[in-house]
């Protein structure tokens, strides 16, 4: 005798892949530049500390700025 409340049977959820993950990667990517722009600017530091200078390092709007004064 079957029951008329029988469970439906299980099916998976499907992936769904959504416009959003390319705006993910795209902040992904920024932040990397940030990153190696900023590595950059502390090799140089280090350079000037090495070579007897005092660097000073800026954040602007077009990137790190870095000056070396001996």
Not at 7 to 34: D, K
Not at 59 to 65: A, E, I, M, Q, V
Request: aromatic share 16%; glycine share 6%.
């Amino acid at each position: 005798m079957a029951t008329a409340l029988a469970a439906p049977a299980y099916e998976a959820p499907a992936l769904a892949w959504s416009t959003e993950v390319a705006e993910r990667a795209e902040v992904v990517w920024w932040a990397v530049y940030v990153g190696f722009a900023f590595a950059v600017a502390m090799a140089y530091a280090t350079y000037c500390t090495a070579v007897g200078g005092s660097p000073e390092i800026s954040l602007t709007w077009r990137g790190f700025k870095v000056a070396c004064h001996r």
